[in-house]
């Protein structure tokens, strides 16, 4: 599963593409363009805190 912040107050999203970097990820919801940064967890679910508008944006903020 993928989280828009935290799983307890916040909303699931559909990713298309989810990659790894250790234990940071982005991802790219499949309903909109931003791509999403986030934390890998154990169990293969994400939780992301910040949205980027482009990808090489988002890579910078790794």
């Not at 593409?17 to 999403?36: E, S």
């Amino acid at each position: 599963m993928t989280w828009l912040g935290h799983p307890a107050g916040s909303e699931r999203i559909d990713a298309e593409i989810i990659l790894g970097f250790h234990d940071l990820c982005l991802v790219k919801a499949t309903d909109d363009d931003d791509w999403y940064m986030g934390g890998l967890n154990d169990d293969g679910s994400v939780n992301c805190w910040s949205a980027y508008s482009h990808f090489h944006e988002a890579l910078r903020g790794l």
